[in-house]
């Protein structure tokens, strides 16, 4: 499985971005992971193979995560967009039922990640 992210950028706060991740193979469940200098990968959004999301509680109400099954494609709409949401952006794909939005290491363990896309909010 091959993950590419695009879509990243900086923006000022308020502003609105849309990340995209074009997969190849079978992906299952995916998500949106970011990391920012220092800290932790932290999930931000997850949609399952049946389609259902959840989210971050720092990203709910602006951050929303869908899938376009027949082209395989995985998009973030990130809106109003603040400082704290800098980071570099992480899609990731696993071949596990449920969930991966705190399973890091299920990710890096049995599934698959992007190379990333820097998202720089001012």
């Known amino acids: 499985v091959q993950l590419v992210e695009s879509g990243g950028g900086s923006v000022q706060a308020g502003g609105s971005l849309r990340l995209s991740c074009a997969a190849s193979?079978?992906?299952?469940?995916m998500a949106w992971f970011r990391q920012a200098p220092g800290k932790e990968r932290e999930g931000v959004a997850a949609?399952?193979?049946?389609?259902?999301?959840s989210y971050a509680d720092s990203v709910k109400g602006r951050f929303t995560i869908s899938k376009e099954t027949a082209k395989n494609i995985l998009y973030l709409q990130m809106n109003n967009l603040q400082p704290e949401d800098t980071a570099m952006y992480y899609c990731?794909?696993?071949?596990?039922?449920?969930?991966?939005?705190?399973?890091?290491?299920?990710?890096?363990?049995?599934?698959?990640w992007g190379q990333g896309t820097q998202v720089t909010v001012s």
């Open positions: 990731a794909a696993a071949p596990v039922a449920g969930q991966i939005l705190h399973r890091v290491e299920v990710v890096t363990s049995l599934g698959f």
């Open positions: 193979g079978n992906t299952y469940t």
């Open positions: 949609i399952d193979s049946d389609g259902r999301a």
